[in-house]
């Protein structure tokens, strides 16, 4: 009987990656979705896969009845204690397990230099907290931003579901329990960091540390108020790394 899957995302670009990975698979029968509050997603030019949205807090019943595995690409739900509790759910994690779990974690590396990189892990109650199937470090280079740290954990999360993938679907890895609780990053965290406060006394290194880790391609994230006309002013650094002689 085909294995059924549900894959839940919020990501065009793993759930594309996932697609090109199982195509080799046989005997498999997956339903691609979405975030209910999250419609713009199946409207990408550039999904590869039809996705239907799902609401997992409202729809769990109805998963643990119709599948035998969910995997979370970047799936901006969190999953109810009920749905990981009877079914098993696996999530592919842009974050090195258990530091900076939670809101994007290669942001809070770059500032407090824990270890980045990429995770698959059971999903239990907590976030990004159960027990690991795989894992692996990218290094986050002096001249790297938000958005190039982001770039190497994203191939790195391909990278280790095609590694994976076969024992991730039949359940027959050996997950490990992490160490340590490590810590959490909400949303809010990043959101506090935002606003730069204009009278702060830091080091040059620290400010460039600080602006890389805000900066990620066209977001703006980091700013600071005018305090003579208070206007908002949006800032990002620019890195790049001199020619050699
Ligand atoms: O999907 P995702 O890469 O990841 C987030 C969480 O970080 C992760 O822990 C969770 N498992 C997942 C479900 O949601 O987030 P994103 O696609 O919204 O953003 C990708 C990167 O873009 C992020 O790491 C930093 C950057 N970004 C994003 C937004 C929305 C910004 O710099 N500013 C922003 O406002």
Known sequence: MDKKILIVSDNVELTNAFSKLVASFHNLDITYS?????????NSANLQVTAEAVHVKEQWRDIVHRYDLVISLHCKQLFPAELVANVRCVNVHPGFNPYNRGWFPQVFSILNGYKAGATIHEIDEQLDHGAIIAQREIVIEKWDTSLTAYEKIQQLEIELLRENLESIIAGTYKAVQPEEEGNVNLKKDFNNLCAIDLQKQTTLGEAIDYLRA?????YNNAYFIDPQTGVKVFVKITLEIAPEK
């Not at 979405?34 to 199946?42: H, K, L, T, V």
């Not at 805000?214 to 066209?218: E, I, R, S, Y």
Request: net charge neutral; charged share 0%; no cysteine.
């Open 34 to 42: 979405y975030s209910y509050n999250n419609p713009g997603f199946a």
């Open 214 to 218: 805000m900066t990620h391609g066209n």
